[in-house]
């Protein structure tokens, strides 16, 4: 598929290269039903999402938590009413979270990427110059292959988890 330029091959190997830089799963929803997420200090815990749409189930120390012993927050945040120092600094969570479609910037960054690797698939970045005639193509440093530029993971900070601590 690689060497065919099949455009499926490269346009999920871009996804999974904007996935990986976003750190969660965008589009289109899916179920997560027991992931395993640190509680913070006040009883704070945070998803890997910035779209949550439901959660299902919340187990603190081995107990299911009541859904009115917590509030949620589409941007990926749990918060305890009453917290309680967990003996488990653990929570699993089930919840479903990714939007309906992929946003179109997000998109159009996915065709960006793809059409890029298909073009330039494999070479090695910091070595390569090529001659034709008068002219030389340098491309020392450029990103080639399923790569993202510094200008793509700009457009992506709107979408990108960050760490905190």
Not at 34 to 40: E, I, V, W
Not at 69 to 74: K, L, V
């Amino acid at each position: 598929k690689f060497a065919a330029g099949d455009t499926g091959f490269f346009t999920e190997a871009a996804e999974a290269e904007i996935r990986k830089y976003r750190g969660w799963h965008i589009a289109p929803p899916v179920e997560v039903t027991a992931g395993k997420y640190l509680c913070g200090e006040h009883g704070l815990i945070m998803l890997r999402s910035l779209h949550v749409t439901a959660v299902s189930s919340v187990i603190v120390d081995g107990r299911r938590l009541q859904a009115s012993e917590y509030e949620w927050d589409a941007c990926g945040f749990i918060s305890r009413r009453c917290p309680s120092w967990p003996h488990d600094p653990y929570a699993l969570v089930g919840f479903t979270h990714g939007h309906e479609a992929c946003p179109a910037d997000v998109a159009a960054i996915v065709f960006e990427v793809a059409s890029k690797a298909i073009a330039l698939p494999a070479i090695p970045a910091k070595t390569f110059d090529a001659t034709g005639g008068p002219f030389r193509l340098s491309l020392t440093g450029a990103s080639v292959g399923v790569s993202l530029s510094d200008d793509h993971k700009d457009r992506l900070a709107n979408y990108r988890l960050q760490g905190i601590g």
